[in-house]
């Protein structure tokens, strides 16, 4: 397979990332601890939880792989990522993408075309089948010897990256927290943790009790360390009503930290909210996990 072992060196990855202390001006802040685990600077293509959740599938396929197929929206990160892993190691690359963007490619959907990935526009409804057997068959049975990567790269085998994102962070924390949008990620994360530590998952898109199935349907058993806020989505998914855009431009001019507002910018706003409701107990440590995604901040 053209997939070397030692990726990090080959794609110049920044690992372990940076763990770095927070102290934002916000209220109630100074009774905590915070660090940000600066998953962002993994690189600046390959949006960093999408690193960790592809790392072990792309080290490990299959003999003899020819392609490899995957889904997402048109501001997919995952797909961005997983496009650019493959065009830098001439793997073909099927993207399978929800929509007809194809007349107005968005800027990362560009970026794939110019990658030579293949993009293949299906509908809503047909979407909707995206983890169904029988139409994986036929995307297999179009291309033998492919590997389907599901939707936001969020499969089994995407738990042990975000495990290495865990052990990674060479401090005792109490809490920590990371935006959610398809729950491997928090997974993941969840799995990892000892028995005095807590994970809570921002959910960026609506999505109550379907995001909590999907993080149960990762684990490999049942946890009760983590959760999920669903206040503060803003929305829906990539809503960013002018509230959350003022938050991140202040943030940015205030500690000089860069969010985007689909995801970390969701995280820190939550945040600041959970700590001025008084959520965390004074002299709690807390982790923000920094996912990434400034990739995919570019106007269209
Ligand atoms: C995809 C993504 C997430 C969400 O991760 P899931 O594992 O899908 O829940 C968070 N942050 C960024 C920057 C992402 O691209």
Request: hydrophobic share 40%; proline share 6%; net charge neutral.
């Amino acid at each position: 397979m053209p997939i070397p072992s030692n990726l990090t060196q080959t794609l110049s990855l920044t690992l372990p990332s940076p763990l770095q202390r927070f102290s934002p001006p916000w209220p109630g802040a100074d009774k905590l601890t915070m660090w940000i685990k600066r998953d962002d600077s993994i690189h600046p293509v390959i949006s960093g939880n999408k690193w960790r959740k592809l790392q072990q599938a792309l080290t490990t396929l299959p003999q003899g792989t020819q392609r490899i197929i995957s889904f997402g929206g048109g501001y997919s990160n995952h797909l961005h990522a997983l496009g650019y892993v493959c065009h830098k190691f001439k793997i073909p690359f099927t993207a399978i993408i929800r929509g007809d963007y194809c007349t107005r490619l968005t800027p990362m959907l560009g970026d794939l075309q110019s990658w030579d990935c293949d993009l293949q526009f299906i509908n809503k409804a047909t979407y909707k089948l995206r983890d169904d057997p029988d139409y994986l068959a036929q995307w297999h049975q179009r291309f033998p010897h492919s590997v389907i990567i599901p939707e936001g790269g969020s499969q089994v085998q995407a738990l042990a990256g975000m495990q290495d994102m865990v052990a990674e962070i060479d401090t005792d924390f109490t809490q920590i927290l990371l935006p959610v949008g398809s729950g491997g990620s928090l997974a993941g994360v969840a799995s990892a943790l000892s028995s005095h530590q807590h994970a809570t998952g921002i959910a960026v898109l609506r999505g109550q009790d379907y995001l909590e199935e999907r993080v149960n349907s990762l684990l490999p058993a049942p946890r009760n360390n983590w959760h999920i806020e669903h206040r503060f989505h803003h929305g829906g998914y990539a809503k960013a009503p002018q509230g959350l855009l003022d938050f991140c431009h202040t943030l940015f001019g205030q500690t000089g930290l860069a969010v985007e507002p689909v995801y970390s910018g969701k995280l820190f706003y939550a945040v600041a909210e959970l700590i001025a409701e008084g959520a965390f107990a004074a002299g709690e440590k807390l982790v923000l996990v920094h996912t990434g995604g400034l990739q995919g901040a570019r106007k269209g």
